[in-house]
């Protein structure tokens, strides 16, 4: 087995620019297609992330996910992927949570692991086959609306790989101070 020197990654923020080779942010942003709807009450940002599931009879499934908060800093221990759909994280509180993600590739280039913070308002959909950690949590435990890839049980769409001999950390992060 093969032992790396200690890496902390950098949290970044979270912008459709630097999140785009990864999947779509999701937020309701000015740029976003919107249109008035229940009578002027309310406003639609309309069609904020692409949700790619239909391949092989695919459908999509909703869910919520109550994650477990981390406490910082934190050593990645696992990575994963969904190659057969996209997988969408929407949090229903106004708390913060860290992203980890790696670009879409059958093997996960460990060198090429970045960290996004996600603020109030703003959600991830991982592409198909984006490489990315299970949810990171801050602050308190938290749940997320989940869209993903339901139907064929039979067609396996979780590959994971374990990450803790690469030896990366995530800092802890000021809130205050982002």
Not at 124 to 137: C, D, E, Q, S
Not at 151 to 170: H, I, K, M, T, Y
Request: aromatic fraction near 8%; charged fraction near 15%.
């Amino acid at each position: 087995m093969i032992h790396h020197a200690p890496t902390t990654l950098r949290v970044e923020a979270l912008t459709p620019e630097a999140f785009r080779p990864f999947g779509d942010v999701i937020q309701a942003h000015p740029g976003a297609q919107q249109f008035a709807v229940n009578q002027g009450f309310a406003t639609r940002f309309h069609d904020l992330a692409h949700v790619d599931v239909a391949d092989a009879g695919g459908r999509v499934v909703l869910s919520i996910f109550r994650a477990v908060a981390r406490v910082l800093p934190l050593q990645l221990s696992v990575m994963e992927r969904h190659p057969l759909g996209s997988q969408a994280f929407v949090p229903m509180s106004e708390l913060p949570f860290l992203v980890v993600v790696a670009a879409p590739a059958p093997v996960l280039e460990v060198q090429h692991i970045r960290c996004f913070l996600a603020r109030s308002g703003q959600g991830v959909n991982y592409a198909k086959g984006t490489w990315h950690h299970p949810l990171i949590a801050l602050q308190r435990n938290s749940d997320f609306l989940v869209l993903d890839r339901g139907g064929q049980p039979q067609q396996r769409n979780l590959d994971e790989v374990e990450v803790g001999n690469a030896s990366l950390w995530l800092p802890a992060v000021d809130m205050a101070a982002r």
